[in-house]
């Protein structure tokens, strides 16, 4: 399993800036990422990702997030290399959110 362990990344888009967590583990054998985006007032209560798939050294699946209308599913794709992850966030009517050079923190 790639990519285990509590990540870090500075976001500086339209929609929201600042540092955004995500922490993936090993749940029974299957991928699980938890997303937290500490001190945001978006309204945004509940990240779920799910349909997690390990392609080489890069996952994705999809997230749903409430503020999202009709439940339409983000696009997530993450790129591990040592411990810097690179990679993208794609949200219907909004467009991509870039995760650059995110650091392992835990």
Same mark, same amino acid.
């Given at each position: 399993?790639?990519?285990?362990?509590?990540?870090? @990344?500075?976001? $500086? $888009?339209?929609?929201?800036?600042?540092?955004?967590? %995500?922490?993936?583990?090993?749940? $029974?054998? $299957?991928?699980?990422?938890? &997303?937290?985006?500490?001190?945001?007032?978006?309204?945004?209560?509940?990240?779920?990702?799910?349909?997690?798939?390990?392609?080489?050294?890069?996952?994705?699946?999809? @997230? *749903?997030?409430?503020?999202?209308?009709?439940?339409?599913?983000?696009? &997530?794709? &993450?790129? %591990? *290399?040592?411990?810097?992850?690179?990679? %993208? &966030?794609?949200?219907? %009517?909004?467009?991509?959110?870039?995760?650059?050079?995110?650091?392992?923190?835990?």
């Amino acid at each position: 399993m790639i990519g285990l362990g509590k990540w870090q @990344a500075e976001i $500086n $888009n339209i929609i929201f800036k600042g540092s955004a967590i %995500f922490t993936i583990a090993d749940e $029974n054998g $299957n991928y699980k990422i938890d &997303l937290e985006l500490p001190g945001e007032d978006l309204g945004v209560s509940d990240i779920k990702v799910q349909n997690i798939q390990e392609d080489g050294d890069t996952l994705t699946g999809e @997230a *749903t997030v409430d503020i999202i209308p009709g439940g339409k599913a983000c696009e &997530l794709s &993450l790129t %591990f *290399t040592d411990d810097v992850c690179n990679g %993208f &966030l794609k949200v219907p %009517f909004i467009g991509k959110i870039k995760v650059k050079d995110a650091k392992k923190i835990g």
